[in-house]
């Protein structure tokens, strides 16, 4: 884990104006509700309980409720419950009353450029990754999400640093050859591990734990606490540290919702929801030595991988989106880092 991005994003989630500005950029005013209405909100994800991301979900039912006295109600469905990322996705371009957690790289089938905050080894650390998210170039593609039928509810959540768990040890490109790599179903990710030298094998979280009892993969990739909060390590007894991906996350929900919400509502459900994502990300650091540490008495052995190679290799992913604006990369890279 990077060491000096906790400060960092505290600090950044505080002045993040992302979802507040969301709130006006309807071409019609937000309703009022009166006295006494009570709202409730689905949150759906595919965590399950006990991981990073569901207790912070839960601060954030506690602050919204918190925040309005009662009249905001959000109610959980980890463990895929109402569907996949996919699905839900879909329900919300339709109008449903349901929030889900996804990642840039599913975001791009509507927003293309947007999908680089995903990008394999893009950023330093999470202060790059922030920053970038407070950034005008940021504000135009939420924008053009918003146009599309799409809604970032906050986007300051660390997800994790996404590593390996397979049946072999991979500390090299070469290593992964011939391996059939458990991926998101999106291109990005295909990209990356086809570019680390895997097979990509797109699938939903909920079904990874059979296709690896059952060798129908042999490998996933995801942060050290969901790996180990899904049991991967049951059958996969090899935990590779390539760090390919620092996530971050945002919570969406459909255009169509969003626009039906109180003002009040939609105010009390970012800000409650940026103070969740504060929670969060203080949690991750000792979540995944925690993780790791019971992972490694359940028999897993801690593999070194070489980064540099992996980041070498993944180079030419950012070759592979003809969607993106040209100098999409060198774009984010001056912005992060100046």
């Excluded at 006494?36 to 991981?51: F, M």
């Amino acid at each position: 884990m990077k060491k000096k991005w906790i400060a960092g994003v505290t600090a950044a989630a505080v002045l993040m104006t992302l979802g507040l500005s969301g709130c006006g950029s309807s071409s019609k005013p937000a309703p009022t509700a009166s006295a006494g209405d009570k709202v409730v909100i689905k949150v759906a994800y595919e965590n399950n309980v006990g991981e990073p991301l569901d207790l912070g979900a839960k601060e954030w039912v506690r602050l919204a409720k918190e925040k309005t006295n009662g009249k905001l109600e959000i109610q959980l469905f980890p463990s895929s419950q109402l569907g996949t990322k996919v699905d839900l996705i879909q329900q919300m371009m339709t109008g449903a009353n349901v929030i889900t957690i996804a990642d840039a790289s599913f975001l791009m089938d509507y927003v293309p450029d947007i999908g680089i905050l995903s990008g394999p080894y893009l950023a330093d650390n999470y202060d790059q990754l922030f920053k970038l998210t407070k950034s005008d170039w940021f504000k135009e593609q939420t924008t053009k999400l918003e146009a599309k039928g799409l809604h970032i509810v906050t986007t300051n959540w660390v997800y994790g640093t996404r590593d390996i768990v397979a049946k072999k040890p991979i500390t090299k490109p070469s290593d992964m050859a011939g391996m059939k790599i458990r991926v998101p179903s999106n291109q990005l990710f295909v990209e990356t591990i086809k570019a680390m030298g895997g097979t990509a094998t797109p699938m939903p979280w909920g079904e990874v734990y059979t296709a690896l009892t059952q060798g129908v993969v042999d490998g996933a990739e995801n942060p050290i606490p969901v790996l180990y909060g899904s049991k991967m390590y049951e059958s996969a007894k090899f935990l590779s540290m390539t760090g390919h991906i620092d996530m971050i996350s945002q919570w969406i929900a459909g255009q169509k919702f969003w626009e039906t919400l109180p003002a009040d509502i939609q105010k009390a459900l970012v800000e409650s929801g940026e103070e969740a994502g504060i929670f969060t990300n203080k949690q991750i650091a000792t979540a995944e030595k925690d993780a790791t540490d019971k992972m490694k008495a359940a028999g897993v052995t801690i593999v070194t991988a070489d980064k540099q190679a992996f980041r070498e290799a993944v180079k030419p992913v950012y070759e592979k989106f003809p969607k993106w604006t040209p100098g999409l990369y060198d774009t984010v890279q001056k912005i992060m880092k100046s």
